[in-house]
């Protein structure tokens, strides 16, 4: 069964880097893209970024553009997000997610548990 | 970027009945849409895609219907375990947007 297993979480002053990863298995990560997705305390689901099954193309949101950066690693099937100049409203719990097969971008069928990450001094 | 609306914001519903939550999106996206619902502390599920096909394991009293602009997700009859948030999400192109959700309470 698909099982996507995010770590790397935690507290962290603003301005400080944090990496994020994501441990995938039961399909073939190879060929597939992926996102991460995150969602404040108590606010709805905001899309942060995507990167193509190959790392070819990388895909953001203007709030983290030049501050985050998506790469994958297909041999250990993980996936993972860089965050830098972190800032207070970067806190949120993060999810990585896998598409439907096809074509991206494409419907996000399966979901981590998501790690939390809080940006405060 | 492609704005989606989701309305109503909230809403209460008893055990057995039926719901509708309707989306639009600011400009075509035809049928490249998804639904998920989301438990407190909880990952989102997802429960359909391509606007109306169910993902596998989905029970069929959720549907979806709509393209172009306006979607609508519709629960056939309100369980203890559908009390939940929904979202809509357009994936027709990047950046990916999500409507604000609907919140569905126990009336």
């Known amino acids: 069964q698909v099982q996507l297993v995010e770590s790397g979480g935690g507290v962290v002053q603003p301005g400080r880097s944090l990496r994020l990863s994501c441990a995938a298995s039961?399909?073939?990560?190879?060929?597939?893209?992926m996102h991460w997705v995150r969602q404040a305390p108590g606010k709805g689901l905001e899309w942060v970024a995507a990167?193509?099954?190959?790392?070819?193309?990388?895909y953001y949101a203007d709030s983290v553009k030049g501050r985050f950066t998506i790469s994958r690693d297909n041999s250990k099937n993980t996936l993972y997000l860089q965050m830098n100049s972190l800032r207070p409203d970067d806190t949120a719990v993060y999810f990585c997610?896998?598409?439907?097969?096809?074509?991206?971008?494409?419907?996000?069928?399966?979901w981590g548990q998501g790690t939390l990450v809080t940006v405060s001094s | 970027d492609i704005q989606m609306t989701q309305s109503p914001s909230s809403l209460s519903a008893s055990v057995g009945d039926r719901v509708t939550i309707t989306c639009r999106a600011s400009?075509?996206?035809?049928?490249?849409l998804a639904w998920f619902q989301q438990k407190p502390g909880k990952a989102p599920k997802s429960l359909i895609y391509a606007a109306s096909s169910l993902q596998s394991g989905v029970p069929s009293k959720f549907s979806g219907s709509g393209s172009g602009t306006d979607f609508t997700l519709t629960i056939s009859s309100l369980q203890s375990e559908d009390f939940a948030t929904y979202y809509c999400?357009?994936?027709?192109?990047?950046?990916?947007?999500f409507g604000g959700g609907t919140k569905v309470e126990i009336k």
């Open positions: 997610a896998k598409p439907v097969p096809g074509d991206p971008p494409q419907a996000i069928d399966y």
């Open positions: 400009q075509d996206i035809s049928n490249s």
């Open positions: 999400q357009q994936y027709k192109s990047y950046p990916l947007t």
């Open positions: 990167i193509l099954h190959d790392g070819s193309l990388k």
């Open positions: 039961g399909f073939i990560f190879s060929i597939y893209g």
